[in-house]
């Protein structure tokens, strides 16, 4: 009986293919990726028991230990809205092409009055040469901003929008400036915001402590 021969299945990988699929993948997760937003100055937050992840598009205060004022406006959505309420509350008479310039800085750190003068300027004042947005008890510039915030939020769950308010403030703050900011949130019937901390360990022997380790 004449012996028949089964050709083997190849098993050989099509590499071009493989390299295309790893292509692909890797393109998916550096486009998927969210960048951490940048940081305005380097501030050194208290520490918590509990730190809970901030959320996407936050809108963030930041506080420095001298006492100076940032705002970051996360969510790109709503940026251009918030700047159009201020330039027309303010009566600031920014043009369509400085608005558009002012839209795409990272941060607030100035007061109304040097608004205009600065996108007119070529050159960027470094975030560490701001003079910060007022906050004084005389001079509370944080209200309108919050005002501003609020209105470009209108119909959006005030639940939602109390997630989204961040204060950072650095560890060496002094309260009035923290004051100042908590009668901004006030005055536009806010009563809710979130402070950034750094995580740190539960104390041993604590009421929580104790707690965690019987579960």
Avoid: H
């Avoid at 937003?37 to 509990?50: C, D, G, I, R, Y």
């Avoid at 004051?179 to 402070?195: H, S, T």
């Amino acid at each position: 009986m004449p012996k028949v021969k089964i050709p083997r299945k190849s098993t050989t990988i099509d590499m071009t293919a493989m390299c295309d699929v790893a292509f692909l993948l890797l393109s998916f997760f550096i486009l998927a990726t969210k960048q951490k937003p940048p940081e305005v100055l380097s501030v050194t937050p208290p520490a918590s028991v509990s730190a809970k992840a901030a959320p996407d598009k936050s809108i963030l205060i930041t506080l420095t230990k001298d006492g100076k004022a940032f705002l970051m406006l996360g969510d790109e959505t709503k940026k251009a809205d918030i700047l159009n309420n201020i330039n027309t509350d303010k009566a600031l008479n920014l043009s369509p092409a400085e608005l558009a310039k002012w839209t795409k800085a990272p941060f607030v750190g100035l007061p109304f009055n040097m608004i205009k003068g600065s996108l007119a300027s070529e050159k960027e004042i470094p975030a560490n040469q701001l003079p910060g947005i007022p906050v004084d008890s005389t001079d509370n510039q944080m209200v309108d901003w919050i005002r501003a915030v609020v209105k470009a939020y209108v119909g959006v769950d005030q639940r939602k929008l109390q997630e989204m308010l961040l204060v950072k403030g650095d560890n060496e703050a002094l309260y009035p400036t923290f004051k100042n900011i908590k009668q901004a949130f006030k005055k536009n019937e806010i009563f809710k915001f979130r402070i950034v901390t750094n995580g740190e360990a539960v104390p041993a022997g604590s009421e929580l402590y104790m707690k965690g380790s019987a579960n």
